[in-house]
């Protein structure tokens, strides 16, 4: 008897896995979505047993990512939930973790579909709110702080992320902790809080120190120490920050990543050289070793991560190199998309312009001490509106030691003050012969009494 009720497991195995091969061998997408749906709904019996779960799975992956060709369809990805509720009953709650998160990164891999996963997200937090699945709702509601945070959705991946962080610490998930933390730094980084982006990542540091955290998370932490540093124009501890984090994603084969990383340490290469960094972090025989090391890098990995990343920040170089706007404008129009659409590149690529341009301004006035701002436009190839605005911000930063004549459309250039030894002085004594005076009456208040 019970070798006819193992007969009968394997024939039902067998038919679960023909039809699931032949649902694979369909060709129309709506008779394979049918077989791969009756799959899913169909063989009940088989929900616990172990091949026939993996044949659910294969099932749901595979519907998915029918879904996913037409983008009509996509939002039907969270019908597969619903449709498979019978079989995630039967299955541990990790196993139903791990199939979800299969659906997303299926719905990740449509280009341009950051709606589409945002939707996801909340339908399956709704899902998971009914289902009472309180572990995979706050690892689903990470996924959409993230997928918030690459929609330009700050001040939303804010809001959740802070409410999501105090669950998190009551439950003192460390790892979830490190990731939420890490994407909190993010969001402060894109809305310039320097300050509170760096407390985030030393919360993510200080939880990781408590457990294990893995090669990509590690990365990621470099990757946000780099961005910070270089936010606060320390390029040679921000390029270093980099380095690891491009050697780590280069070793897991992170291509992506890599290539980004590459094209930070580029950035910080570029902005150390033009003397954009802190005064206090000029090139030392550290650094300059450090640029040695970055140029058989990129020596090393040109061919490997060549491509319009790295042509882009070649072209900002070369146009920083020869100070030159025309070159640095056509620069970013020609790589407008690598340029434009990173926000730390972009950031700083419109520091290194105004940075540029004062140089050039300053080089063109200096011989003068009055000049027309419309022969200074002309001689920059620059709008006068623009060229005005411009020395008007450099002579309120002090910048520029002069005025604009706005009615004769003239700038006037002074001359540096010196500073007299006589003035400062004078200035001393008088201080002195008033601490002296006042030492005088206190001791002559103290003989009154």
């Given at each position: 008897?019970?070798?006819?009720?193992?007969?009968?497991?394997?024939?039902?195995?067998?038919?679960?896995?023909e039809?699931?091969?032949?649902?694979?061998?369909?060709?129309?997408?709506?008779?394979?979505?049918?077989?791969?749906?009756?799959?899913?709904?169909?063989?009940?019996d088989?929900?616990?047993?172990e091949?026939?779960?993996?044949?659910?799975?294969?099932?749901?992956?595979?519907?998915?990512?029918?879904?996913?060709?037409?983008?009509?369809?996509?939002?039907?990805?969270?019908g597969?939930?619903?449709?498979?509720?019978?079989?995630?009953?039967a299955?541990?709650?990790?196993?139903?973790?791990?199939?979800?998160?299969?659906?997303?990164?299926?719905?990740?891999?449509?280009?341009?579909?950051?709606?589409?996963?945002?939707?996801?997200?909340?339908?399956?937090?709704?899902?998971?709110?009914?289902?009472?699945?309180?572990?995979?709702?706050?690892?689903?509601?990470s996924?959409?702080?993230?997928?918030?945070?690459?929609?330009?959705?700050?001040?939303?991946?804010?809001?959740?992320?802070?409410?999501?962080?105090?669950?998190?610490?009551?439950?003192?998930?460390?790892?979830?902790?490190?990731?939420?933390?890490?994407?909190?730094?993010?969001?402060?980084?894109?809305?310039?809080?320097v300050?509170?982006?760096?407390?985030?990542?030393?919360?993510?540091?200080?939880?990781?120190?408590?457990?294990?955290?893995?090669?990509?998370?590690?990365?990621?932490?470099?990757?946000?120490?780099?961005?910070?540093?270089?936010?606060?124009?320390?390029y040679a501890?921000?390029?270093?920050?980099?380095?690891?984090?491009?050697?780590?994603?280069?070793?897991?084969d992170?291509?992506?990543r890599?290539?980004?990383?590459?094209?930070?340490?580029?950035?910080?290469?570029?902005?150390?050289?033009?003397?954009?960094?802190?005064?206090?972090?000029?090139?030392?025989?550290?650094?300059?070793?450090?640029?040695?090391?970055?140029?058989?890098?990129?020596?090393?990995?040109?061919?490997?991560?060549?491509?319009?990343?790295?042509?882009?920040?070649?072209?900002?170089?070369?146009?920083?190199?020869?100070?030159?706007?025309?070159?640095?404008e056509?620069?970013?129009?020609?790589?407008?998309?690598?340029?434009?659409?990173?926000?730390?590149?972009?950031?700083?690529l419109?520091?290194l312009?105004?940075?540029?341009?004062?140089?050039?301004?300053?080089?063109?006035?200096?011989?003068?001490?009055?000049?027309?701002?419309?022969?200074?436009?002309?001689?920059?190839?620059?709008?006068p509106?623009?060229?005005?605005?411009?020395?008007?911000?450099?002579i309120?930063?002090?910048?520029?030691?002069?005025?604009?004549?706005?009615?004769?459309?003239?700038?006037?250039?002074?001359?540096?003050?010196?500073?007299?030894?006589?003035?400062?002085?004078?200035?001393?004594?008088?201080?002195?012969?008033?601490?002296?005076?006042?030492?005088?009456?206190?001791?002559?208040?103290?003989?009154?009494?």
């Amino acid at each position: 008897m019970s070798e006819d009720i193992a007969m009968e497991d394997v024939v039902e195995v067998d038919a679960l896995q023909e039809a699931l091969d032949a649902a694979g061998e369909e060709v129309n997408t709506e008779a394979a979505i049918k077989k791969y749906s009756e799959i899913l709904t169909g063989f009940e019996d088989r929900n616990s047993d172990e091949i026939g779960a993996r044949c659910k799975e294969e099932a749901i992956y595979k519907l998915a990512r029918l879904y996913a060709t037409e983008a009509s369809r996509v939002t039907e990805i969270v019908g597969l939930l619903n449709m498979g509720g019978t079989f995630f009953g039967a299955i541990a709650k990790a196993k139903t973790a791990k199939i979800v998160r299969g659906l997303l990164d299926i719905a990740s891999e449509i280009p341009g579909s950051l709606e589409v996963q945002a939707e996801l997200c909340r339908q399956i937090v709704a899902w998971c709110k009914q289902e009472k699945r309180t572990f995979l709702r706050q690892r689903v509601e990470s996924r959409l702080v993230s997928v918030d945070y690459e929609r330009g959705r700050y001040d939303e991946a804010l809001v959740l992320v802070n409410r999501l962080l105090k669950e998190l610490k009551k439950l003192d998930d460390k790892q979830m902790l490190v990731e939420s933390h890490l994407i909190e730094a993010k969001i402060h980084a894109a809305l310039r809080n320097v300050p509170k982006s760096k407390a985030a990542l030393t919360a993510a540091r200080t939880n990781g120190n408590a457990v294990y955290v893995g090669p990509v998370v590690q990365a990621q932490l470099d990757e946000m120490s780099g961005t910070l540093h270089c936010e606060e124009s320390d390029y040679a501890t921000s390029y270093s920050y980099f380095l690891e984090a491009f050697e780590a994603y280069d070793t897991l084969d992170d291509t992506k990543r890599a290539a980004k990383c590459l094209k930070y340490m580029l950035l910080c290469q570029i902005l150390d050289d033009d003397g954009l960094g802190d005064v206090n972090n000029k090139a030392t025989a550290q650094n300059k070793k450090k640029k040695k090391h970055f140029t058989a890098i990129q020596t090393k990995h040109q061919l490997k991560y060549a491509g319009s990343d790295l042509d882009s920040m070649a072209a900002v170089a070369k146009a920083a190199k020869t100070r030159s706007l025309d070159a640095f404008e056509a620069a970013t129009a020609t790589y407008a998309p690598q340029l434009n659409d990173d926000l730390l590149v972009k950031h700083h690529l419109d520091q290194l312009y105004d940075h540029i341009l004062e140089r050039n301004l300053t080089k063109i006035i200096e011989p003068f001490s009055r000049c027309e701002i419309d022969h200074i436009a002309t001689l920059i190839d620059l709008p006068p509106a623009k060229v005005e605005h411009k020395l008007a911000q450099m002579i309120l930063d002090k910048k520029l030691n002069g005025t604009l004549a706005q009615g004769t459309g003239h700038l006037i250039v002074h001359a540096a003050l010196k500073n007299d030894p006589t003035y400062q002085a004078a200035n001393d004594l008088i201080k002195n012969m008033g601490d002296v005076v006042t030492s005088l009456f206190k001791r002559a208040d103290s003989l009154d009494a």
